[in-house]
Nanobody, 117 residues
Framework: QVHLVESGGGLVQAGGSLRLSCAAPGSIFRLNDMGWWRQAPGKQRELVAYITTLSSTKYADSVKGRFTISRDNAKNTVYLQMNSLKPEDTAVYYC???????????WGQGTQVTVSS
């Protein structure tokens, strides 16, 4: 079990911004692609974005141009900068190693993001 600590969620008005952070053990973080997923009430968990060990990125169409994923290998932390938030972005956001997320394994508690209209 990989111990990932997500933080930065909260309540924000539509159009606002939040930055999520996720810290991972260094030995694991540096060797793995990392991703952010989200799960809205009554919906399946979906991939929001991922970043490779070489910092290539990929985004879901629904967040392109609004969200930015980044990683700081010195701090063993991956970030998700979320701008122009919409009510439909409301969900619990999870970070994970990309390979574990694909296997639907290794999930932590996540962090709640609520966007009010």
């Amino acid at each position: 079990q990989v111990h990932l600590v997500e933080s930065g969620g909260g309540l924000v008005q539509a159009g606002g911004s939040l930055r999520l952070s996720c810290a991972a053990p260094g030995s694991i973080f540096r060797l793995n692609d990392m991703g952010w997923w989200r799960q809205a009430p009554g919906k399946q968990r979906e991939l929001v974005a991922y970043i490779t060990t070489l910092s290539s990125t990929k985004y879901a169409d629904s967040v392109k141009g609004r969200f930015t994923i980044s990683r700081d290998n010195a701090k063993n932390t991956v970030y998700l900068q979320m701008n122009s938030l919409k009510p439909e972005d409301t969900a619990v956001y999870y970070c994970n190693l990309r390979r574990l997320g694909i296997q639907n394994d290794g999930w932590g508690q996540g962090t709640q993001v609520t966007v009010s209209s």
